[in-house]
């Protein structure tokens, strides 16, 4: 999940090890925990694969040498296939992932939009199934908690459900890739 998160963050702008971090805490604390002890390893590893290149080396405010990484086309080529995979991970990890793709949206395109979503409906209703087949715990704390992450369950239905309708009667991007609820956002 840092990979594709990393990856989504520097299609965006090129940065360096440090604002990454910072970046990948401000959106995606609440999906990966976020390290030094990841991020420049996996740095590195992108860099050797041809994913990422360094744009600039500059002094940082330290006085030590810092790398600006930009994603390249083979990266871009990693990152969509990591946003389309479906690998078989825990529900926890799932939603995370989930959560990841949906925050770069904006880079793809709408029936690859669709397709995601699609299939994120399709594992959350089966998850409901699966829940609503076991037999109800009888302690009340079990119970409470039964009943919350079927709420929750059902929450994110109804919202993958609103999302899709969205996406199906959303109007075409324009000339200038933007679609017209991000015009409006920035004309605002």
């Known amino acids: 999940m840092l990979e594709l998160a990393t990856?989504?963050?520097l299609q965006r702008e090129p940065?360096?090890?440090?604002?990454?971090?910072?970046?990948?805490?401000?959106f995606m604390s609440g999906c990966i925990s976020v390290n030094y002890g990841a991020i420049y390893p996996l740095l590195k590893r992108l860099e050797e694969r041809g994913a990422i290149s360094v744009l600039v080396?500059?002094?940082?405010?330290?006085?030590?040498?810092?790398?600006?990484?930009?994603?390249?086309?083979?990266?871009?080529e990693r990152w969509m296939h990591k946003m389309m995979e479906y690998p078989h991970e825990s529900w926890v990890n799932?939603?995370?992932r989930f959560?990841?793709?949906f925050f770069?949206?904006?880079?793809?395109?709408?029936?690859?939009?669709?397709?995601?979503?699609?299939h994120r409906l399709m594992v959350c209703r089966l998850r409901l199934e699966s829940q609503e087949r076991e037999s109800l715990p009888a302690e009340p704390y079990?119970?409470?908690?039964?009943?919350?992450?079927?709420a929750v369950i059902q929450s994110e239905i109804e919202w993958l459900n609103e999302?899709?309708?969205s996406e199906r009667s959303e109007p075409p991007l324009g000339s200038s890739g933007q679609s017209q609820v991000e015009a409006e956002i920035i004309a605002t």
Not at 15 to 26: D, M, P, S, T
Not at 57 to 76: F, N, V
Not at 111 to 117: D, N, P, Q
Not at 142 to 150: D, I, L, T
């Open 7 to 9: 990856l989504g963050l």
């Open 15 to 26: 940065l360096h090890g440090y604002r990454l971090k910072q970046q990948l805490e401000l």
């Open 57 to 76: 080396e500059e002094e940082g405010e330290a006085g030590s040498i810092r790398k600006i990484y930009s994603i390249t086309d083979r990266g871009r």
């Open 94 to 96: 799932a939603r995370s």
């Open 99 to 101: 959560t990841i793709k």
């Open 104 to 118: 770069f949206f904006g880079h793809l395109e709408p029936a690859k939009r669709i397709k995601l979503l699609e």
């Open 142 to 150: 079990q119970a409470e908690v039964w009943h919350r992450c079927k």
């Open 163 to 165: 999302r899709l309708a």
